[in-house]
């Protein structure tokens, strides 16, 4: 089962990149650029698509885009206390 997870990441990861690439020469073009506004969800889809591949296999590119200072903290330890009541 997760060979075939992989195997479908794997290729979907393929076609974003060949889509963003623009293999086809904007022949294959789901929405036109020159629509405003909604023309380049396209590109902005397959850009996600293959950042979370990439994620996926442990290619984690999404720290390029975090701001500076906003890094993860590690939460704070916490202690459980047990209290019994009567």
Do not use: Q, W
């Not at 850009?47 to 590690?74: M, Q, S």
Request: glycine share 8%; proline share 5%; hydrophobic share 50%.
């Amino acid at each position: 089962m997760k060979l075939i997870r992989d195997i479908l990441v794997l290729a979907s990861g393929i076609v974003s990149a060949l889509y963003l690439l623009n293999v086809g020469f904007g022949v294959a073009e789901f929405i036109p650029d020159n629509i405003p506004i909604f023309g380049n969800l396209d590109e902005a889809a397959a850009t996600a698509l293959l950042i979370n591949c990439l994620a996926y296999f442990g290619v984690d590119i999404g720290h390029f885009l975090r701001r500076k200072g906003t890094e993860e903290k590690p939460a704070p330890k916490t202690h459980d206390i047990d209290v019994e009541t009567k």
